[in-house]
């Protein structure tokens, strides 16, 4: 550890030249009787006990620390202020409110203690800045859609996001970004050529993930808007059944691995969902629950990327991801009972899958029971059936890819709502036969053979 402080501002050694070890430097502390014994016992004829000269060793003799009424905290050495500052740093919200209703305070926090710290001195923003600048967030705001009889040819979403890359360089922090939000402002209207905009997104991931290489990229935005910037496909005929304003998808992946992506017409550069080794993906599609009060509603398909209807495929995009993903998780309160099914069609298209987390219910803070406007005229009773044949269909498709692929553990975020812990157990033991075993709070591990 190197240790450079100037106690005397006439008298600053350089402690990095004299080669004395690091442990004898006791920096902010009090410069008590054992340190001026040690000095005084130091054999003046045997420089081996210190390894340095006369002339250094008796410097040090000379040289009184500051009194320590008058110490700062600014005057600790660098390393131990770097972990005063990490005790400071809190779980980005963007991870705790990923499961919650998307809004537009996914990246807010209450706790500011690491950003007050780095205002109170040019020394204390140095050392915050690795920290601040951890996890970013960028605001996009799309008008580049080409309506029928209006065009509109301006793109602040390619402007903003090369501003967003420009600052970053510009200030020496490309480096420290390990994780990367992007809201995306625009509401699409009109009849849509869809394919704009995943143009315009193609050259934003062009342009700026050769440079940036976060752990996790999170998306959020309405689900039109969230599509095409993973150029993924989404039908928009009965979103007006559902109200899902807001859509957040999450991609993460392991910096550590060394990955070539295979060629394809999706593997271009530019493709989000192909150019990184993307092993996790988080999707959050709100709520279905406005969807009941309409006529026949299961006939209704969700503005969602995962929907197979009306052209009964998977987006060609998404199925990119099937050569590297391993864990999936997808939250929607009360979906169908079918598009929970689209889910877990997508789900047996990983080979590699080993992980899948579910959220079919609102959280119990959740607004949704809060709030009777959100459930007037909502048969209840229909949401809750629609959740219990879908986690039958969940709980069904674990076995299968258990049995027939690489999933080792299912979770259900829901165990701890109602009686929906005593219901997924009694059907995981129906389907399962003992090869699942429950590890508690709503997690399930497969046995292995032998075991």
């Known amino acids: 550890m190197e240790v450079l402080m100037a106690h005397d501002p006439t008298h600053t050694p350089d402690y990095k030249h004299h080669g004395i070890p690091a442990g004898l430097l006791r920096a902010e502390m009090e410069y008590s009787e054992y340190d001026r014994t040690f000095w005084d016992n130091v054999d003046d004829n045997n420089p081996e006990d210190i390894g ?35 005790l400071l740093d809190t779980e980005a919200p963007s991870i705790r409110k990923l499961t919650e209703e998307p809004s537009l305070d996914l990246t807010v926090s209450e706790t500011r203690h690491l950003k007050n710290i780095s205002l109170t001195s040019r020394h204390f923003r140095q050392l915050s800045i690795p920290r601040l600048f951890r996890c970013c967030r960028v605001k996009t705001v799309c008008y580049r859609f080409y309506a029928v009889n209006a065009p509109v040819s301006v793109s602040f979403f390619v402007d903003e996001m090369h501003s967003c890359l420009g600052f970053l360089r510009s200030n020496g922090l490309l480096g420290y970004v390990q994780s990367l939000v992007v809201y995306i ?79 394809g017409p999706d593997t271009a550069p530019g493709h989000l969902l192909s150019a990184k080794p993307w092993t996790h993906l988080s999707l959050n599609e709100g709520s279905s629950l406005a969807a009941y009060r309409s006529y026949e509603y299961y006939l209704k398909t969700p ?48 080979p590699l899958l080993e992980r899948l987390s579910v959220q079919l219910i609102p959280s119990l803070d959740s607004s949704v029971f809060a709030d009777p406007e959100r459930t007037a005229r909502v048969n209840l009773e229909d949401c809750w059936l629609e959740v219990d044949t879908g986690y039958s269909l969940v709980v069904h498709a674990v076995v299968e890819m258990g049995r027939k692929g690489c999933l080792r553990v299912f979770e259900s975020r829901d165990w701890d709502v109602a009686d929906m812990g005593v219901s997924l157990e ?7 036969g003992g090869r699942w075993r429950g590890w508690g709070e709503g997690v399930w591990r497969r046995q292995e053979e032998g075991r």
């Open 52 to 86: 340095v000269s006369d002339r250094d060793r008796l410097s040090h003799k000379d040289w009184t620390p500051r009194s320590p009424s008058t110490l700062r905290l600014e005057d600790l050495p660098n390393e131990l202020l770097g972990h005063i500052i990490s």
């Open 185 to 263: 402002d625009g509401t699409p209207s009109g009849t849509l050529r869809g394919w704009s905009m995943s143009r315009e997104t193609q050259r934003v991931w062009q342009h700026i993930l050769p440079h940036i290489n976060p752990q996790s990229l999170t998306i959020i935005g309405a689900p039109f808007c969230v599509a095409r910037s993973i150029s993924c496909d989404l039908s928009t005929q009965d979103a007006w059944a559902f109200d899902m304003p807001l859509h957040i998808v999450r991609l993460e992946q392991d910096p550590t691995i060394t990955w070539t992506p295979a060629p």
């Open 303 to 350: 503005p969602s990327i995962l929907s197979t209807r009306p052209h009964n495929h998977i987006s060609s995009s998404l199925l990119a991801l099937s050569t590297t993903l391993k864990s999936l998780h997808f939250t929607c309160s009360f979906p169908f009972y079918s598009h929970t099914d689209d889910m877990l069609k997508y789900a047996r298209l990983l």
């Open 426 to 432: 009694a059907k995981v033991s129906e389907m399962a």
